[in-house]
């Protein structure tokens, strides 16, 4: 871990010191990434919060990357709780596997994916995150991932012709290409509407500081 400020570009303002290796930094392009397909009919099933927050992050992540695991089970608890429930953030999951490095990551998206279709995708993520060490070495990892559905209560019915014929896979190609295209390298990377980029596990005090100050930016409270 290295010290590093970061400097909320959109902000100009405001600079928070914290210990962490991370970097807040301004998207590869001038506007809004195209991080997420607003038309997307199932963007709902995976955002979290209100429409009316004052701050939107959009969270880049690979089902199979421990970081994001750590970023899922051990950080996004308490920011729900903190910044979500409160109705100051939106939060929305964006697909990026990194298949390259984690060769059963487009198949937990696509899982994840048809349990959208069902609305069910968050508990489907949350059960990803804390089975990955069990699935994401599995040669086959399919008959695991069937059994997290079955936990949920989720119909095999529901979500086998969506698994079969691969009906989420186009979806998920494109939003990895969006990321990409907007400069996103790494998982997990956070992209705060309006602000820039921020790549990396960060602690949770890392986000209290920044979200914090975005948010007090934003809205004039004290």
Not at 46 to 74: I, N
Not at 130 to 157: C, H, M, N, V
């Amino acid at each position: 871990m290295r010290r590093s400020t970061l400097v909320l570009p959109a902000l100009g303002l405001i600079a928070v010191t914290v210990t962490a290796a991370v970097a807040l930094r301004s998207p590869t392009h001038a506007a809004t990434p195209a991080v997420a397909n607003r038309a997307d009919p199932l963007i709902a099933q995976r955002t979290k919060g209100t429409a009316k927050a004052a701050l939107t992050v959009y969270e880049m992540s690979d089902f199979q990357c421990p970081y994001c695991r750590r970023q899922a089970v051990e950080t996004f608890p308490i920011l729900e709780r903190e910044f979500v429930t409160t109705g100051k953030v939106r939060w929305i999951f964006i697909n990026f596997p990194l298949t390259q490095l984690h060769p059963n990551a487009a198949a937990a998206a696509e899982f994840a994916m048809c349990a959208a279709k069902v609305d069910r995708f968050w508990p489907i993520h949350d059960l990803l995150f804390t089975y990955q060490e069990k699935w994401a070495p599995l040669k086959d990892p399919a008959p695991f991932l069937i059994s997290l559905a079955d936990s949920t209560g989720i119909p095999r019915d529901d979500m086998t012709p969506c698994l079969q014929g691969h009906e989420m896979r186009p979806l998920i190609q494109e939003e990895a290409e969006g990321a990409a295209k907007s400069g996103v390298q790494s998982t997990p990377t956070f992209y705060i509407e309006g602000a820039g980029m921020l790549a990396g596990a960060a602690p949770v005090d890392v986000f209290r500081r920044v979200l914090d100050s975005l948010w007090r930016d934003r809205t004039g409270a004290p």
